[in-house]
């Protein structure tokens, strides 16, 4: 059957997540220019052809006024995005404060902020009402916009509240949540005060993904310990209501970067920089400037690596590109200034007066130069000391068919487990070992950088960001459907 505006009726999938796919600039009172980010989830979201996807999230400005807010909405809707507003002070509160400086580094194994326990104690009460406030709001929003038959699918650790919001709305809708991070071990997950709460609301939704196995297992094995709940090999049980618990590992949409290496653009650019580092091997790092990527301990292996291989001291050059992020928290900060001193101390160590070890720069590159840096590298660096997958390891893949140049990875990174046969695998911690492999990967010889290419390249040419999505939201339309039949047994 057909809607009104006779296209073919297609299911509605209902994308929620903190961020909106958007960079939203205020132009005038009433006038908004809006750019379009085409990160992994929106193509993945192109590539699920049933449905017709709709985003829900925080436009990442505050608007305070209504004529604002109106204008924004307006735009937005075009790019079939419907934004949740929130004040500066639960921005503060919800996403600086329990989000980032709570949730995500003790999902990444950081643990629990330490300093002033009796400061921290107060606010993470104020700060888990802002998050339980925050994603009451999504779920307002998502009610407002909800038609029946539709599927939503929430995103990540910003949300883990609102299946549980959106479940007491309407029962029959049907929710999916899936996480982006890694979900650490119950033993951690059981330092969390707000730990059942959080657990009960996610329970809510019908089906719960992670990246890999394991993370899956951990959950699951939080609810068995920390609700006394039972685990099945589907997923938790609570009172004859399964929530099927599985894993979905994500991946790029890789045609996208292979095609980019055709562009004339970017051809210029890769024989730009062979020329500007020829004959030296160039080691590339591409994070975001956060705790988890491990950025001060790759430099500090890096300089290890420099202090024991005199020989390579004019031969290798590392480019470390560090995305500023989240700026407003001071954990952040701190690492900012971190990664400044180790960088200013080796290079002074290090360079001559014509070159330096490390080019580091604190800030994004556009896709096109970031493809051609990917294509000119012999070695990439990915050391996160946890990471839930990191797809800079499958870009640079996607990138070197061509020159077949060696990754190094974090073994505590989720793209360890998919591209570990093909990868050397570090501990990122022990900066002995991350120095030695910088020196086995240097000196590979090609049959075995081949092979190991080989492997990686055809994991991330089949397994794609679309072949994720549609999994997903294929099975949670599918669970629900089991879940109804099972009713009307
Ligand atoms: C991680 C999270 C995402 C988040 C992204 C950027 O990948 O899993 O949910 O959007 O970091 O962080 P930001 O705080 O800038 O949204």
Avoid at 243 to 249: D, M
Avoid at 295 to 314: C, M, Y
Avoid at 449 to 469: C, G, I, L, P, S
């Amino acid at each position: 059957y057909e809607r009104n505006s006779g296209m073919p009726f297609k299911q509605r999938l209902l994308v929620v997540a903190n961020r909106l796919p958007v960079s939203a600039v205020r132009r005038g009172e009433d006038s908004w220019s809006l750019e379009i980010s085409a990160g992994g989830l929106v193509s993945a979201l192109l590539g699920v052809k049933e449905f017709e996807a709709k985003w829900i999230g925080w436009a990442g400005v505050n608007v305070p006024d209504e004529i604002g807010q109106r204008a924004l909405s307006k735009a937005l809707a075009e790019k079939r995005c419907i934004p949740v507003f929130l004040d500066e002070e639960i921005v503060h509160q919800y996403y600086n404060g329990y989000c980032n400086n709570i949730l995500w580094p003790l999902f990444h194994y950081l643990g629990l902020p330490q300093e002033d326990r009796l400061a921290t104690t107060r606010s993470f009460q104020s700060q888990f009402d802002a998050y339980k406030k925050a994603n009451q709001m999504f779920a307002d929003v998502v009610n407002e916009h909800y038609e029946e038959g539709d599927v939503v699918w929430c995103h990540d650790y910003h949300l883990m509240f609102l299946p549980k919001c959106l479940k007491e709305y309407n029962a029959k809708m049907k929710v999916g949540w899936f996480l982006h991070t890694p979900f650490p071990s119950s033993e951690i997950h059981r330092t969390l005060p707000s730990r059942s709460e959080l657990l009960r609301s996610v329970l809510a939704a019908d089906l719960v993904g992670f990246h890999t196995y394991d993370y899956a297992r951990h959950f699951v094995s939080a609810c068995t310990r920390i609700l006394g709940l039972e685990g099945t090999p589907e997923g938790v049980e609570d009172q004859g209501k399964l929530t099927r618990v599985a894993a979905f590992p994500i991946g790029i949409d890789s045609e996208r970067f292979i095609r980019a290496l055709e562009l004339p653009k970017v051809q210029d650019h890769i024989k730009e920089l062979k020329e500007r580092f020829s004959g030296r091997k160039v080691m590339l790092g591409v994070d975001r400037l956060d705790m988890i990527k491990g950025i001060p301990q790759k430099i500090l292996a890096f300089e290890k690596f420099l202090e024991e291989n005199t020989s390579w001291h004019d031969k290798v050059v590392l480019l470390q590109i560090a995305v500023p992020t989240r700026t407003d928290v001071p954990e952040y900060q701190k690492l900012t200034s971190q990664v400044h001193e180790i960088v200013g101390r080796i290079n002074g160590r290090f360079g001559t007066l014509t070159a330096v070890p490390i080019h580091h720069l604190d800030r994004s590159l556009d896709f096109h130069a970031l493809c051609a840096l990917y294509a000119v590298t012999d070695v990439a660096l990915v050391t996160s000391l946890r990471d839930g997958m990191n797809l800079v390891s499958y870009e640079f893949v996607a990138c070197q068919d061509s020159k077949k140049g060696v990754l190094i990875l974090s073994e505590f990174a989720g793209a360890a487990q998919s591209l570990g046969a093909g990868a050397i695998l570090v501990n990122p911690w022990n900066i002995t070992e991350v120095a030695s492999s910088i020196g086995y990967a240097l000196n590979m010889p090609a049959e075995e950088r081949e092979k190991r290419h080989h492997h990686n390249f055809m994991h991330v040419t089949t397994h794609t960001a679309q072949d994720w999505a549609e999994t997903f939201v294929s099975e949670l339309n599918d669970t629900i459907v089991e879940a109804q039949l099972r009713m009307r047994q």
